[in-house]
Each structure stands twice: as structure tokens, then as C-alpha cells.
């Protein structure tokens, strides 16, 4: 059976099948199916309970307007299923979109990219393929995974078939995820320079062409687009350390590391975004990356790039510290029995998604100083806290049920405690009545704002003793 027409030797997608029903595969390809009715659209997922949320009406993860476009499409050329084999049998093109974690044990342990589930898809494409498809690398991956792809398929399909391989890294950011697909800033595909390769690209080109602008699809070769991913989150991270490292100077010097940062972004050549100081800049994506980069660096004997790379890194994890040892000066040298409101779990605003959230890093040292966290944020589940908080290093499940208090909203979790910790942007923490925060509280009541969002002067004539993170406070 030939799934792929070819037209004046053009080649039409006609139905595409996403392996990995994650953060970015279910958004992604929820946006095509919305964009492309004449397309069949199935995401396929081993993980059965994942799908099941996906069919229903609660989805697996919260992401400002997703759930419109599910429910626009799902039934008509959306479909979301657990028969992985299907999927692939049927699709011309199939994206894989599989997770590509940090290794934790063996060879580039904390630093190289696990591989084991794309090439796990890559070989069941392989065995169950009956006719010649497009393979995307949707995941993000090192340079040079495409050759292994490759060979897996090459060594692995019948005879007479053949695989493009494209790689079409994705840029959405959770919380923004629909408005990103929407209207990317550009759309990258890769592809080996041979007549079929730039066939593929086209073919794939097309599906984007339906909704994101010509000139916005940019195509190259296979290597640049794979390296293209990595680079664009090393530099967006490390705007954020450098930003955070400024941050120190200026709680040292009486600068204001928004007025600081403001200034550099109007220069045209800087801009303006990703200059906000924070805790420490946390989700899936950016340390894994730039690991992944620091251990590519090494693979290839640069030990110079590898280290200017990791330093982005560092500069991070010495900001969550910095935050962490504040507070405890600040609350006189301990924090021992102490009660503590953390607001915000989630790495950032608009999602439910902790990966990496600076919130474990600071509370895992919180519970370690055995104070009493309580903790609320609008959209992290319980269950996932626990999950996030559960280690043996840490605390046992006894202690973790003794010091942490998981609360439904702001103002029951600041009740009686002696500091409020904000660790998360959400909006709705700008706006609280913090007079009725500050009346509940043990006294002195503390503020750290780990996110500069308060208005320190009102918070200081309520009487919190106030800490922002980049600016001293008076
Ligand atoms: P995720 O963990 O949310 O989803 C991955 C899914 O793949 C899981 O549901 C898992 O069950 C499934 N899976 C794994 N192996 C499989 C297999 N062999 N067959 C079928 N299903 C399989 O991950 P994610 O956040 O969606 O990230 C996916 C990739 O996209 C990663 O490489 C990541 O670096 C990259 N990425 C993520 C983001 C983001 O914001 N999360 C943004 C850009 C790129
Ligand atoms: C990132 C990239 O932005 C996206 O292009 C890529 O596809 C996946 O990785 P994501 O991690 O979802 O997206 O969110 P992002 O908005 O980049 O924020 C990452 C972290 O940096 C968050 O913890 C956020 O709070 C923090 N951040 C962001 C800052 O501390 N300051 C900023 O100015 C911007």
C-alpha cells in the first residue's frame, strides 16, 4: 500500500501520526488538526492512561486554550489512541515526539541526552512500517541523531521502502503553547540535501503552509536544524543567568535589577525579552539542553565550549541558593519549626507542569531545615507535589506528611506562618489582598519575592518585612 501520493512529483500528506502524547506532541499536533482538516491526525502514546485523559474531557495538561482546539477537532480528524502499531501502518508522515530526558546512569550520566525512547519508537516504525514514510525528529536531540535514525531503519524495514528522515525541532514554550503554534516565529525543517530529502522538507513545508506564513518556514540541512534547537534555548537560558547574575550585583549595590534590565532591552540590538531575574529558571527543557550541549562539547574535545556553556548552568543553581540562604538570614539564622507559605510549584505561570520547577530545589531544602512548608499553586495537582517531594534524601513519607501542608488557596496557606515565599509568576498572586495575608501571620511577617512581582512600598507600609530578588528594599 502507498500512503504517499506523489503528484508532479510533489508528495502530499495525507494522514500523520504523532508517537508521544507529551507537552509537546498533544499541543503540536492538536494545532495541525486544527489548521489542516483534510488531514488525519492520530497521536499515539504508550502510556494508556495518558490517551485515556486525552479522549476525555479533563487533558492531561493544562495549557491556556488547548482545550478548544481538542474540542473542535477530536473525532473528526483528531484522534488520540494507545494502538501505537496502527498509527504508524496508516500515516505517510510520522513525528516523533518521544521524551529525550537527562541520562541518569552510564556513559554522559547528568549530561547526555537518553536516546532510549526514540530509538525505541525509531525501531518499532521500522518493524511495523509495511510502506514508505516521512520520519520527523520532533524531539529535541543531539546533533547527528537523524544518522542513527537512519541506520535503525535502514538495518531494520522491508524490502522496498523508504524513510525520509526531516528534523523539525519544536519552540513552543508551556503556558503559551497554543498562541506559539499559532503564530511561530519560524518553523524549521531539516533534511539531507538529496532530491528525496528536499522532497520530504517540501512535503512537510506544506502542512505548515496552511496556516504559518511562507517566508516564516525556514529550511536547511539535517545537522544545523538538530544543533538550531540546543542553540536557541542555550541563548534564551542564558540571558536569564546573565540577567541573574546581575541580580546579585545589584541587591550589592543598591541597582535595580529591572531598571538595569529595562535600559539594556531597549537597545535594539538586546531587546527586551527574557531579562526578568528570578529564582533560577526551571521546566524540561533548558538545563537538559544545555547539558546536552556541554556534553556534546566534551564529545568533541572542546573542553573550553563545554565549560562556557556549563557555567549557565551553575550560575543557576547559585541563584536558587542565594534565594534559599536569604531567606534563612532573614529569619534570624533558622527556619526550624517555622511555617512557611510557598506560593507557586509550577516552574512557571500558566502551566501545571514542575519539571525542574526551582520550587523543589528550594523547598527540598526548606523541608531538610525541618520547617513546616505549606504550599499552594492554581494548577499543580497534590499528587504531583508528593510525587516531586518524595525522596528518601529529603524526608521520609512520615516526615513529608509532618512538614508539608498542601493548600487550596492563597490565603488558608499563609494563615500562621511567619513568611510568604514566591516562587511562581502567577498572576493572581499580584492581585491578592495582602492587608488580610499580613493579618494572619505570625509577626514579624516576611515577603520574599522570588519572581519581582509585588509592589515592595505597599507591601512595606502593610508591615511585611519585604526581600526581592536584584533590589534592595527600604
Ligand atoms: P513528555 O514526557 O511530556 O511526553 C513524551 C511522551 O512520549 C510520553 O507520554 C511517553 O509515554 C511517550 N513515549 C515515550 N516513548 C514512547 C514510545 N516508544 N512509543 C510511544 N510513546 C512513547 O515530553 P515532552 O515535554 O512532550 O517532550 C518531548 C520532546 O520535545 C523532548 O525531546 C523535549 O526536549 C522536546 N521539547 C519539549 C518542550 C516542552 O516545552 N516540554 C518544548 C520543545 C521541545
Ligand atoms: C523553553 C523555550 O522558551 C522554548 O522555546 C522551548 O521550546 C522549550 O523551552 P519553557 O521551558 O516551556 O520553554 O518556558 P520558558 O518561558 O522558556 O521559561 C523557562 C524558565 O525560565 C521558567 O522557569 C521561567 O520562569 C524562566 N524565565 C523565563 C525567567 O526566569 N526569566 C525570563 O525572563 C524568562
Redesign the pocket.
Known amino acids: 500500500m502507498a500512503t504517499v501520493t506523489k503528484e508532479s512529483n510533489m508528495t502530499t500528506v495525507t494522514k500523520i501520526c504523532c508517537?508521544?502524547?507529551?507537552?509537546?506532541?498533544?499541543p503540536t499536533c492538536s494545532v495541525i488538526a486544527f489548521k489542516c482538516p483534510h488531514i488525519q491526525v492520530t497521536i499515539?502514546?504508550?502510556?494508556a492512561e495518558?490517551i485515556a485523559a486525552w479522549n476525555s474531557d479533563t487533558l492531561p495538561?493544562y495549557e491556556p486554550g488547548l482545550d478548544e482546539i481538542v474540542r473542535a477537532c477530536r473525532g473528526r480528524n483528531l484522534f488520540f489512541s494507545s494502538d501505537?502499531d496502527k498509527g504508524i501502518l496508516e500515516a505517510d508522515l510520522i513525528f516523533v515526539?518521544?521524551?529525550?530526558?537527562t541520562k541518569k546512569s552510564g556513559i554522559g550520566a547528568g549530561l547526555a541526552?537518553d536516546l532510549a525512547?526514540v530509538e525505541?519508537?525509531t525501531r518499532?516504525i521500522a518493524r511495523i512500517a509495511t510502506s514508505s514514510k516521512i520520519v520527523v525528529e520532533?524531539?529535541?536531540?543531539p546533533c547527528r541523531t537523524a544518522e542513527s535514525m537512519r541506520a535503525i531503519l535502514e538495518a531494520n524495514s522491508r524490502e522496498n521502502i523508504h524513510f525520509d528522515i526531516l528534523s523539525n525541532?519544536?519552540?513552543?514554550?508551556?503556558g503559551t503553547?497554543i498562541p506559539d503554534l499559532l503564530k511561530p516565529d519560524r518553523v524549521l525543517i531539516g533534511s539531507l540535501q538529496s532530491e528525496e530529502g528536499k522532497r520530504a522538507q517540501q512535503a512537510l513545508a506544506a502542512v505548515y503552509a496552511n496556516w504559518v506564513p511562507r517566508a516564516n518556514i525556514i529550511t536547511m540541512g539535517l545537522w544545523s536544524s538538530e544543533l538550531s534547537?540546543l542553540a536557541a534555548n542555550a541563548l534564551l537560558a542564558q540571558r536569564i543567568s546573565s540577567v541573574n547574575a546581575l541580580s546579585a550585583i545589584c541587591e550589592a549595590t543598591g541597582a535595580d535589577v529591572d531598571e538595569v534590565a529595562h535600559a539594556c532591552g531597549l537597545d535594539s540590538r538586546i531587546g527586551p525579552k527574557f531579562l526578568k531575574a528570578s529564582v533560577g529558571f526551571g521546566?524540561?527543557?533548558f538545563q537538559?539542553?544545555i547539558l546536552n550541549l556541554v556534553y556534546l562539547s566534551e564529545s568533541l574535545h572542546l573542553p573550553e565550549v563545554a565549560d562556557y556553556w556549563r557555567q549557565i548552568v551553575t550560575m543557576n543553581e547559585y541563584q536558587k541558593t542565594r534565594f534559599f540562604e536569604l531567606v534563612i538570614r532573614r529569619l534570624f539564622n533558622t527556619v526550624t519549626n517555622k511555617h512557611l507559605a510557598i506560593y507557586g510549584f509550577a516552574f512557571k505561570k500558566n502551566t501545571g507542569?514542575t519539571?525542574e520547577s526551582a520550587a523543589i530545589t528550594l523547598v527540598k531544602q526548606f523541608i531538610k531545615e525541618k520547617a513546616n512548608v505549606h504550599i499552594y499553586d492554581p494548577k499543580v495537582d497534590d499528587a504531583q507535589i508528593e510525587m516531586d517531594l518524595t525522596d528518601p534524601s529529603v524526608a521520609t513519607p512520615a516526615e513529608f506528611k509532618k512538614h508539608v501542608t498542601i493548600h487550596h488557596d492563597a490565603y488558608s496557606c499563609a494563615q500562621d506562618v511567619d513568611a510568604v515565599v514566591i516562587l511562581t509568576e502567577w498572576d493572581e498572586f499580584k492581585t491578592l489582598d495582602y492587608e488580610k495575608v499580613y493579618r494572619n501571620m505570625n509577626k514579624p511577617a516576611f515577603i520574599f519575592d522570588g519572581r519581582l512581582i509585588l509592589d515592595t512600598t505597599k507591601m512595606k507600609k502593610i508591615g511585611f518585612q519585604v526581600d526581592v530578588i536584584g533590589r534592595q528594599v527600604y
Do not use: H, M
Open positions: 508517537i508521544g502524547a507529551g507537552y509537546v506532541g498533544g499515539v502514546d504508550l502510556n495518558r495538561i501505537v515526539s518521544v521524551n529525550t530526558p541526552a525512547y525505541s519508537a518499532r520532533k524531539s529535541t536531540v525541532p519544536e519552540f513552543l514554550a508551556e503553547a534547537k521546566g524540561s527543557c537538559k539542553d507542569d519539571r
